[in-house]
């Protein structure tokens, strides 16, 4: 599910409550402030029986100012993938998501988790590129492809992989 207020006190108290009042367990999430709104994104399990009372009690919760869009899955199985942590640093430009999406997608790339912020550059104060993330690969995947694929995006591309 996706949870989208302005944010205040309480709001995650409001949803947890929810989902315990259902049985739900609250599996994981991300969640996080920006520009005075909350964000989160969040994995809940609940007994079958009690899944439509509470996608019903979510969406009342509109009535709190906090939207919520949920649909019900089925657990996937995974896949044979690798984990590998990246670390992106550059000059800013219009389009560099847009980029940066593409070339990790052309390496057989999937974002499983990307935080991006500008930065000033030291020395020289204009704005830096920067993303840091985890991206999964085919388990016989070379991270070093993903790595050409996002250097080919220009010299001033810095990219380093963990794990």
């Not at 993938?81 to 550059?90: A, H, K, L, S």
């Not at 219009?94 to 499983?112: C, D, T």
């Amino acid at each position: 599910m996706t949870v989208l207020a302005a944010d205040r006190p309480g709001l995650v108290r409001a949803l947890s409550e929810t989902i315990a009042a259902h049985g739900g367990s609250w599996q994981e999430s991300r969640m996080a402030r920006l520009a005075g709104q909350f964000a989160g994104i969040l994995r809940v399990e609940c007994p079958a029986g009690e899944t439509e009372a509470l996608l019903k009690a979510l969406a009342g919760l509109e009535s709190q100012g906090i939207a919520v869009q949920a649909r019900q899955e089925e657990a996937a199985s995974p896949s044979e993938r690798e984990t590998v942590g990246v670390d992106i640093v550059g000059n800013d430009r219009p389009g560099i998501i847009r980029e940066l999406s593409a070339a990790i997608a052309s390496a057989g790339g999937n974002v499983e988790d990307l935080s991006t912020s500008l930065e000033s550059a030291p020395m020289a104060g204009h704005p830096i590129f920067h993303a840091k993330g985890l991206v999964s690969l085919p388990a016989d995947r070379d991270p070093a492809v993903l790595i050409a694929a996002i250097e080919k995006l220009g010299p001033d591309l810095s990219v380093t992989i963990e794990g």
